[in-house]
């Protein structure tokens, strides 16, 4: 079974349990995020059972969610309600060119395999239209595999900053916070 497969398996076993869910969203990066905002359409790219994806509808933007998981979709669905929000892959967005105004993923990218990470970033530089954002968050400080079932790639600032220069991003904000990097991103 592939690295994605497994990833996706595990997220299916865990959607309907609370294990896995991060009890703390920094409002600080999400009013960060939607100031930045030209327009309004956002993408939760990796949106799990749902809950930024309610905090980004919280505030006034047009939200969509996406996830590789069909548990964890269900489970959106049913704590989010009237968002829509389908099932893809992170390699071939479902989407037209230029479809967002903003793409949110938060600790998503990062269970993506450094080979697939600039894949996936060709497909967000697609899917966000040209004066877009892109927020982002990795892991730092650990070894690239799997952690109770699930995928994780760990990346340094550095590499972060040398993988989204060479996918035609700029990063003009950055938060370093312990084991974590968000960084805030736009199309050169």
């Given amino acids: 079974m592939d690295y994605i497969k497994q990833t996706k398996q595990r997220y299916d076993e865990l959607a309907r349990s609370h294990e896995w869910r991060h009890t703390e ?3 600080s990066l999400v009013v960060r995020f939607t100031a930045m ?3 309004e359409r956002i993408l939760d790219l990796g949106s799990g059972a749902g809950r930024d994806t309610l905090t980004l509808k919280r505030y006034g933007v047009h939200v969509q969610g996406m996830d590789i998981s069909e548990e964890m979709l269900a489970v959106a ?3 989010v ?3 829509e929000f389908q099932k893809g892959d992170f390699r071939n ?3 037209p ?3 967002f105004d ?6 998503s990218l990062l269970h993506l395999s450094r080979h697939d990470l600039p894949v996936a970033l060709s497909q967000i530089k697609r899917v966000l239209n040209d ?3 892109l927020y982002a968050s990795f892991l730092t400080g650990g070894d690239d595999g799997f952690i109770d079932g699930l995928y994780y790639a760990f990346y340094s600032p550095n590499e972060l900053h040398e993988i989204f220069d060479k996918s035609g991003f700029a990063i003009f904000d950055e938060l370093v916070s312990g084991d974590s990097v968000h960084l805030f991103l736009r199309k050169k």
């Fill in 77 to 79: 669905q049913q704590n």
């Fill in 81 to 83: 309600g009237d968002v």
């Fill in 131 to 133: 004066t877009g954002v």
């Fill in 25 to 27: 969203l920094t409002p």
């Fill in 37 to 39: 905002l030209t327009g």
């Fill in 102 to 107: 903003g793409i949110w993923a938060n600790m």
């Fill in 93 to 95: 967005l479902p989407y």
């Fill in 97 to 99: 060119d230029q479809s």
